[in-house]
């Protein structure tokens, strides 16, 4: 028989019990509404739904934000979106904007006390039939991220003691159907790359410590937009990561460190290899005999889209594959996948998979070893085959 919420069977009378946090400020002052002595677990839970009913009528705001009888929606709309707002960049605000437009469809006037687990499950089975606009249905990323959304918003709640517990937890995520294929430059593909670049102009050579920076520290390009001469410790060699780059448009960017890098685990400090150090020096040199500014990678004493640096690596790419002969041409990877290069040269330099994690600063280790242990046959390989 599924469990019911709130709802126990004592183990020496074998009579069931409801048991519910009631909250701050009610009228009964009590912290608990428990009752003994049901003869069956519905029983419990009629008697719960009467008592909390009852309750409803009565409560008064005392000591609590809410009323225990807001909707999922209502309460959304007034702390969690505004809580989106304040700490996600404006991309993702968009996206949980247009996942909560699915959770409010669905649990549409329905309070907390209303929703059960298996509600939350059926939820998820309701996503997989939602039309995607494009003669589809959701895929199996828009699911997770929105089971997600719906976990934080519950979160929230228990913050404000309007549940006891996130429902949304013990739901399964869907299995990604497709492993997310790396592209990659190795070593020599990416020397080739950089001796394009033109080291004698003041921009060049500001492209050149960029693109090397990002392949031999596998930061994200927001976070390193983000960074300051003043995250450096040159004695260490190391840079401090704790903020990306939000960027709407030149007056209207910020870098606060409450929007975070992608997550937790990604603010850390982060050793540089000693030429990038090197590089970073000269580079400093460059900037202070132009522009005064606190930002590593700004050229003329004002923010640009990361999007800059996309277009930069694609004239680039053009400019080697012109003359270059076919088999010596460039694929054109993704600014991003500068990390998942870094990521690969270490693997190819006999790194193991938790030094990969900690460098790329990955939240779990399943996260690398998705990615890179598919590739790890091919390291075998070569190893092998030197005897």
Request: net charge positive; aromatic share 12%.
């Amino acid at each position: 028989m599924a469990k019911i919420q709130n709802v126990y069977k004592d183990k020496g009378t074998k009579k069931w019990f409801y048991k519910k946090r009631l909250p701050k400020g009610n009228p009964t002052g009590k912290d608990w509404a428990i009752k003994k002595g049901f003869g069956t677990a519905s029983q419990a839970r009629a008697a719960l739904d009467e008592y909390l009913a009852d309750l409803k009528n009565k409560v008064v705001k005392k000591g609590t934000d809410f009323e225990q009888g807001i909707t999922l929606e209502a309460f959304t709309r007034e702390k969690v979106l505004p809580y989106f707002e304040v700490n996600l960049k404006r991309k993702s605000v968009e996206c949980k904007h247009n996942y909560c437009a699915h959770i409010f469809r669905y649990f549409v006037d329905m309070t907390f006390d209303d929703i059960r687990k298996s509600d939350i499950s059926n939820f998820k089975s309701y996503l997989l039939t939602v039309d995607n606009g494009k003669g589809g249905t959701l895929c199996t990323n828009t699911v997770n991220h929105a089971l997600c959304t719906l976990s934080q918003i519950y979160e929230l709640a228990i913050e404000h003691e309007l549940v006891g517990v996130n429902l949304v937890k013990d739901i399964k995520k869907l299995k990604q159907k497709i492993k997310r294929d790396i592209k990659y430059w190795t070593l020599p593909e990416f020397e080739k790359f950089l001796s394009i670049t033109d080291k004698t102009t003041y921009k060049g050579y500001m492209q050149y410590v960029g693109f090397y920076t990002l392949y031999f520290s596998g930061m994200r390009i927001g976070e390193m937009m983000a960074r300051k001469w003043s995250d450096i410790d040159w004695e260490n060699e190391s840079i401090y990561i704790d903020s990306t780059l939000d960027y709407n448009n030149v007056n209207d960017w910020q870098t606060k460190t409450d929007l975070g890098p992608k997550n937790v685990s990604s603010r850390a400090w982060l050793k540089l290899t000693p030429k990038t150090i090197e590089m970073l020096t000269a580079w400093k040199e460059k900037q202070d005999s132009l522009v005064k500014v606190d930002y590593i990678f700004m050229y003329n004493g004002t923010m640009y889209d990361t999007r800059r640096w996309t277009s930069w690596k694609n004239k680039l790419v053009e400019q080697w594959n012109k003359s270059a002969p076919k088999e010596q041409q460039l694929k054109n990877i993704r600014v991003h996948d500068l990390r998942d290069s870094h990521g690969m040269w270490l693997l190819k330099q006999g790194v193991d998979l938790k030094t990969i994690q900690k460098r790329l600063r990955h939240a779990d280790a399943k996260t690398t070893m998705n990615y890179y242990l598919g590739k790890l046959p091919e390291k075998e390989q070569n190893v092998l085959s030197g005897f």
